[in-house]
């Protein structure tokens, strides 16, 4: 008798049994990840527009109505999933403005759906940020 060294075939199914549950475990999560890292990008850019439009209301007595009077535009990471907007009524006493990120349609973050910011620092959906 001779030893033979090496795997048998149950020992294979077993690892390639194992490793399926595992994928089926890690892939769902992996794409929750990438959702909330697409959310906080966006986040992060609403947070750098509303403090341009403060900036902005102190020079103009007035928030800016979009982001080309900021000088700003949506970075790549953003544009992707998201689009950006400004409400700010000219005819508000006092100044407001409310930033809104809405979901591109056909991408990952339409089951996020949108996220809001106004001058008051108020976040919408609370539970996300």
Same mark, same amino acid.
């Given at each position: 008798m001779s030893n033979a060294k090496g795997f048998t075939l149950i020992e294979l199914m077993i690892t390639v049994v194992i490793i399926g549950i595992l994928t089926m475990i890690a892939i769902p999560q992996y794409g929750q990840y990438v959702i909330r890292g697409n959310r906080s990008a966006a986040e992060a850019f609403m947070m750098d527009v509303a403090n341009r439009e403060k900036q902005y209301l102190l020079d103009a007595r007035s928030y800016a109505p979009d982001l $080309? *009077? $900021? @000088?700003? *535009?949506? =970075? =790549?990471?953003? @544009?992707? &999933? &998201?689009t950006v907007t400004? @409400? #700010?009524? #000219? #005819? #508000? *006493? =006092?100044? *407001?403005f409310t930033i809104t990120a809405t979901p591109v349609t056909g991408s990952k973050q339409v089951s996020d759906g949108a996220l809001t910011l106004d001058d008051l620092g108020n976040k919408n959906p609370t539970g996300k940020w």
């Open positions: $080309l *009077t $900021l @000088s700003m *535009t949506e =970075p =790549p990471n953003v @544009s992707k &999933y &998201y400004i @409400s #700010a009524p #000219a #005819a #508000a *006493t =006092p100044p *407001t």
